[in-house]
């Protein structure tokens, strides 16, 4: 294997956090900021793009590489914890929302996994995190994810991360699942994905679920998600007390609002 072979733990039911046991010298990639806790003699390192072998090439493949993540709306850099110690060492990544954490080994799935682009939490260090062009421009431009989605790619684990409850699907050669554009977490390579037009001027113009849904044809896996992030903050932006409202609506949500300066 080219990939570290790391151990874990996932704790907790919809606040998850991940725990991933290190031997000695090995190392996990993470995107910064998902740290939660790690043990002593575990050294931290900022590494641009993801430290696989893909991006060995001297300065210009690490600045490659790192693009490739500015692109996809993350950070140029990610974090690598590494066991510097004698023994095994903890440590552990938490969910940014509520939600799963879904571990994933590339090796049992072709070596390849596409997914929505903020999905992605840590990995074993060696899997390679880049870009997935969308061929189709239906699928581009209204696909939820735009043109552009993670690919993960390697033979290791890699923990991927969506909102609310997780389904898995085995699809047959030949078999079409619709779902909603938001809802679509991950799918293997083997996947057939495109985006069609809801059918009948009501439906799309009144059934509230929009006008376009995604189309993924097997052979292949995919994971759907119950909660986008962006159907969640949009229910919560709504739920939100405006600048103008009453007084006396003495909710929770009101008091928060108000001590952080929303009502001056």
Not at 27 to 37: I, R
Not at 92 to 101: L, T
Request: net charge negative.
């Amino acid at each position: 294997m080219n990939n570290h072979e790391i151990d874990y733990k996932v704790y907790g039911d919809d606040m998850q956090f991940v725990e991933i046991e290190l031997d000695p010298q090995e190392t996990v990639v993470a995107e910064a900021g998902s740290l939660m806790m790690m043990e002593d003699e575990i050294e931290m390192e900022t590494i641009f793009g993801d430290g696989s072998e893909s991006q060995s090439s001297g300065l210009m493949g690490k600045l490659f590489s790192a693009g490739r993540r500015v692109i996809t709306g993350e950070s140029l850099f990610m974090t690598a914890f590494t066991n510097a110690g004698a023994g095994k060492k903890h440590v552990s990544f938490a969910a940014p929302y509520p939600g799963k954490i879904i571990p994933l080994d590339l090796n049992q799935h072709g070596g390849k996994i596409i997914c929505q682009k903020d999905s992605f939490l840590a990995a074993a260090k060696g899997v390679s995190i880049g870009i997935e062009f969308q061929r189709k421009i239906g699928a581009g431009f209204f696909g939820g994810e735009g043109f552009i989605m993670q690919k993960l790619e390697g033979d290791g684990l890699t923990f991927v991360h969506a909102g609310g409850t997780i389904h898995k699907k085995e699809l047959k050669p030949g078999e079409t699942l619709r779902v909603d554009t938001g809802c679509l977490v991950a799918m293997t390579g083997s996947v057939d994905y495109n985006i069609e037009t809801v059918k009948g001027i009501k439906t799309a113009l009144f059934g509230g679920e929009g006008l376009f849904f995604a189309t993924l044809r097997g052979p292949g896996t995919v994971w759907i998600q119950s909660l986008p992030f962006s159907r969640l903050a949009s229910r919560v932006f709504a739920a939100a007390p405006s600048r103008g409202g009453s007084k006396d609506e003495g909710s929770l949500a009101k008091g928060v609002f108000d001590l952080f300066g929303g009502d001056r």
